[in-house]
């Protein structure tokens, strides 16, 4: 959970105060309501790591931090369908690129969210 926190916190800081999910991230809310609040504002990779995160949570499933690390696997290949084959980022996920240099070329690529998640992922990781 430790490592959600943190990339709760990356999104936040990029966030202005009317965001609605920086409401939600500064009240402490549940991940049920933050990520309704990305879906509604458009930020499906992070809505989407948190349904899942959620669902692990409903399972009881204790390994938080093993959970966080599939969440974002499972995202990055979900990515990786919507980017062209010359992307840079998606020739870094088909190399099995770290997380680290997927969030250098996401965020070349002007793929800010997922490159703020993987960032503080890869730091947490460390």
Do not use: Y
């Amino acid at each position: 959970m430790k490592n959600l926190n943190a990339i709760l916190q990356s999104f936040r800081q990029d966030l202005p105060n009317s965001s609605l999910i920086a409401q939600a991230i500064d009240r402490g809310a549940v991940l049920e309501e933050i990520s309704q609040a990305a879906t509604m504002e458009r930020i499906h990779q992070l809505a989407a790591i948190l349904f899942e995160a959620e669902q692990e949570e409903a399972e009881g499933k204790p390994d938080q931090e093993m959970n966080l690390e599939t969440l974002i696997n499972n995202q990055i290949r979900e990515l990786r369908a919507d980017l062209p084959d010359e992307s840079k980022t998606a020739q870094a996920i088909d190399r099995g690129g770290s997380w680290e240099e997927i969030s250098e070329c996401a965020q070349a690529e002007g793929l800010g969210i997922l490159a703020a998640t993987l960032f503080e992922a890869e730091q947490e990781k460390a």
